[in-house]
């Protein structure tokens, strides 16, 4: 039986695995829904659909950036099961708020003044539901799992976070925007009910005082976390590569419906291919790197990525849009003489941001003490929403100012050049620190 196997079978992992996987499974399927029906239905133009995609992302990463420093001292000083349920319950009532706006904005009743300020609520309640459950996912892992666990663990949350941000996706784009607001409170309270399964996770020591003033806190953290220049680089890694992950989020759905003269289906679809490459590379990664953990495979597979973005770019630059016969379905859009060739070049951005990113997060949580795992990923997360709000301003600026949607794109390939610079110098930092321990 294989680690990977062993893991999902174990009560040790599975509550958790499965407490994540309907938490992205519901961040998914509420936010695509929210963004296709307001990009499909309410408005108009290229510029506001750009813009209002990427104020959506920046919503629901902002929490990120405020309360992590506090997310991640309570997950090292209080037990992390009890702060999973609590933070599943309130999922509840932040998917009913949604689930009101998402039906307004289904009735066509106050879709500006109510329906949308509701669902952004929603949204940025999501954030911060995520923010306090992001750290722990990740460093109740070594709690939990043995030392060669740990890799196979990470892969598999990294993993089953895509195959839920897939099936969330697929069902935002392909059922109405009603029984989409049924469904996010009925997989928040499924989520509750699982989380109550998760073993107890107590804390290493005594718990200390929480620093309330997040400015102070989030400063504090990040330049404790930067002493060991491996999970420094690490963390400004994984930075760069979720503020691309961002940029293109943002990008697919105004570039299915503009450039690609596409229905929402086809948004979706992209989104799905997107998030299958990366559960792909996720898997690959571990079996390639055989539970060790190691950046070696990083900066190759974050140069290939560039690669396909560019390959991506050209695609879209050569594609024949169909306007005089409305937006095509996802049967049309297929035939396509350029599809299959769109649908590899997103493939491959996936599947090698995905052997490029998880053993960066495998770093986080296996060279530092367990006692300061969580504020580790915190740290972590504070870097990555500040580089993720950025490049969502980013691309809200460049939409504002008339910037083609595909032209953006190449913005995305140059912050991959960027990663695989920091990831060689993790590299370089990973052989010293072997060099020294042999000697």
Not at 55 to 78: K, N, T
Not at 139 to 165: C, D, F, M, R, S
Not at 314 to 327: A, S
Request: aromatic residues 10%; charged residues 10%.
């Amino acid at each position: 039986m294989t680690t990977q196997t062993h893991l999902i079978h174990s009560r040790r992992f599975l509550p958790l695995f499965v407490t994540q996987l309907l938490g992205a499974f519901n961040d998914n399927l509420f936010k695509n829904a929210m963004v296709l029906f307001v990009v499909y239905s309410v408005y108009q133009s290229e510029k506001a659909e750009g813009l209002f995609s990427a104020v959506a992302s920046g919503v629901f990463i902002l929490p990120f950036f405020i309360l992590s420093a506090i997310a991640g001292q309570l997950a090292d000083m209080r037990d992390k099961a009890r702060i999973i349920r609590v933070v599943k319950a309130a999922e509840i009532g932040i998917m009913a708020v949604g689930a009101i706006g998402l039906l307004l904005a289904w009735k066509g009743m106050l879709i500006t003044g109510v329906a949308i300020p509701l669902m952004m609520l929603a949204l940025l309640g999501m954030g911060i539901h995520s923010t306090f459950f992001g750290p722990i996912k990740y460093a109740i892992l070594p709690q939990h799992l043995h030392q060669n666990e740990v890799l196979a663990g990470t892969g598999l949350v990294e993993a089953g976070t895509y195959i839920a941000i897939l099936a969330g996706t697929i069902v935002a784009g392909w059922i109405p925007v009603e029984w989409a607001a049924l469904g996010v409170v009925l997989t928040a309270i499924a989520g509750y009910v699982v989380s109550r399964q998760v073993p107890p996770a107590p804390p290493f020591h005594e718990p200390e005082p929480l620093d309330y003033h997040f400015i102070r806190a989030s400063i504090d953290l990040v330049r404790n976390t930067s002493h060991d220049r491996r999970v420094f680089l690490a963390i400004m890694a994984i930075s760069f590569f979720w503020t691309i992950g961002a940029v293109l989020f943002v990008q697919f759905p105004p570039l299915a419906k503009n450039v690609l003269t596409a229905s929402k289906e086809v948004a979706s679809l992209f989104l799905v291919i997107f998030s299958i490459g990366v559960a792909i590379g996720s898997m690959s990664v571990n079996a390639l790197l055989k539970g060790t953990v190691s950046a070696r495979f990083s900066p190759p597979s974050v140069i290939l990525m560039a690669v396909f973005v560019v390959a991506f770019f050209f695609v879209c630059r050569q594609w024949v849009p169909h306007p005089e016969n409305g937006l095509m379905d996802t049967a049309t859009f297929v035939s396509q003489p350029l599809a299959p060739a769109l649908m590899v070049c997103l493939l491959g951005i996936a599947v090698s941001g995905g052997m490029f990113v998880v053993p960066l997060y495998a770093f986080l949580t296996t060279f530092v003490d367990k006692a300061q795992t969580s504020r580790t990923i915190a740290a972590n997360n504070i870097v990555n929403s500040g580089a993720m709000v950025l490049g969502s301003l980013l691309a809200s600026g460049l939409s504002a100012g008339g910037v083609p949607v595909v032209q953006q794109l190449l913005l995305s390939a140059a912050m991959c050049l960027v990663s695989a610079w920091i990831a060689a110098q993790l590299v370089k930092a990973e052989r010293a620190a072997s060099a020294a321990q042999a000697k």
